[in-house]
T-cell receptor
Framework: GAGVSQSPSNKVTEKGKDVELRCDPI?????LYWYRQSLGQGLEFLIY????????KSGLPSDRFSAERTGGSVSTLTIQRTQQEDSAVYLC????????????FGPGTRLTVL | AQSVTQLDSHVSVSEGTPVLLRCNYS??????LFWYVQHPNKGLQLLLK??????LVKGINGFEAEFKKSETSFHLTKPSAHMSDAAEYFC????????????FGQGTRLTINP
């Protein structure tokens, strides 16, 4: 079956611009996660959605970052006023119910902020 | 605070020889533990998962890991390395204090010499 998909695969933007990254989880998965992979910080958790519950935003690095999940499926990660330190690969994952279930990762979106 | 430590940032072995990638975690109880692999320019793929059913866990591609609570370790092994095993490997934990996020180690880059 189809896995987690992310778009775009690559995004180059100028400092100060806003960007939107999209994630389509595996159909039927109720949990969705965003992570960031960068050279200096490794893989970091950003935000977690579970069903209709309030998201766990504890990993978002600043208020320039936000995410939403519409209809319990597709999610969008928005970064406002991008900075060069936002350059990273943004990974989305989904799991059936909770984080102790296997998380399946998408291919990621490589963001480059010039 | 929860943490995962991968003891080697880089491991190099010859093809056909055993592989050992070391991982230690800190926790006051048994979390769920995972090993993920990331091939160059590819997404994260689950190798294996420990959830307290058995201390020796077998994964894909001949890899296995043993959970040792007394040593808080979850080392990854493979009896005979193959060239296709060259990749970045991540030890991951979840379920700390009810948290729903994955906590990643810094990764170990495995190089296979012909």
């Amino acid at each position: 079956g189809a896995g987690v998909s992310q778009s775009p695969s690559n995004k180059v933007t100028e400092k100060g611009k806003d960007v939107e990254l999209r994630c389509d989880p595996i159909s039927g998965h109720t949990a969705l996660y965003w992570y960031r992979q960068s050279l200096g910080q490794g893989l970091e958790f950003l935000i977690y959605f579970q069903g209709n519950s309030a998201p766990d935003k504890s990993g978002l690095p600043s208020d320039r970052f936000s995410a939403e999940r519409t209809g319990g499926s597709v999610s969008t990660l928005t970064i406002q006023r991008t900075q060069q330190e936002d350059s990273a690969v943004y990974l989305c994952a989904s799991s059936l119910y909770q984080s102790t279930d296997t998380q399946y990762f998408g291919p990621g979106t490589r963001l480059t902020v010039l | 605070a929860q943490s995962v430590t991968q003891l080697d940032s880089h491991v190099s072995v010859s093809e056909g020889t055993p592989v050992l990638l070391r991982c230690n975690y800190s926790s006051s109880y048994s979390p769920s533990l995972f090993w993920y692999v990331q091939h160059p320019n590819k997404g994260l793929q689950l190798l294996l998962k420990y959830t307290s059913a058995a201390t020796l866990v077998k994964g894909i591609n001949g890899f296995e890991a043993e959970f040792k609570k007394s040593e808080t370790s979850f080392h990854l092994t493979k009896p005979s390395a193959h060239m296709s095993d060259a990749a970045e490997y991540f030890c991951v934990v979840s379920g700390f204090q009810g948290a729903q996020k994955l906590v990643f180690g810094q990764g170990t880059r495995l190089t296979i010499n012909p």
